[in-house]
């Protein structure tokens, strides 16, 4: 049973910093797209940020390219996002997720990659 559970959301204020960590169990990581997404009340649910081992290039949402990271430990079979120069508008509450397909080559774990498999979400607002 694949399980993800998100944690390190909070409130900061505009300019802050915050890493988000997700714990995964129960899932295989190779050839596998892992993201974080993230909604907003009223709005739809959006990717911020997709990785998956042994590709080069992670996915970003034009809204937070040089202001997020995505990485992950393979060992400890942990996501994390890294969010830096916050703004209001990234409140949200964010998702950790995982795909069950399998992909090859340099694939770009993007909003249409079939994520299958989410954690319960964690809490992010800022404040201005």
């Known amino acids: 049973q694949v399980q993800l559970v998100e944690s390190g959301g909070g409130s900061v204020q505009a300019g802050g910093s915050l890493r988000l960590s997700c714990v995964v169990s129960?899932?295989?990581?190779?050839?596998?797209?892992m993201g974080w997404f993230r909604q907003a009340p009223g709005k739809e649910r959006e990717e911020v940020a997709g990785?998956?081992?042994?590709?080069?290039?992670?996915y970003y949402a034009d809204s937070v390219k040089g202001r997020f990271t995505i990485s992950q430990d393979n060992a400890q079979k942990q996501l994390f996002l890294q969010m830096n120069t916050l703004e209001p508008e990234d409140t949200a509450m964010y998702y950790c997720?995982?795909?069950?397909?399998?992909?090859?080559?340099?694939?770009?774990?993007?909003?249409?990659?079939?994520?299958?498999?989410w954690g319960q979400g964690t809490q992010v607002t800022v404040s201005s």
């Open positions: 997720a995982a795909t069950r397909k399998k992909y090859y080559g340099n694939y770009v774990c993007g909003p249409n990659s079939g994520f299958a498999y």
């Open positions: 129960g899932y295989n990581f190779a050839n596998s797209c």
């Open positions: 990785i998956a081992r042994g590709f080069e290039d992670p």
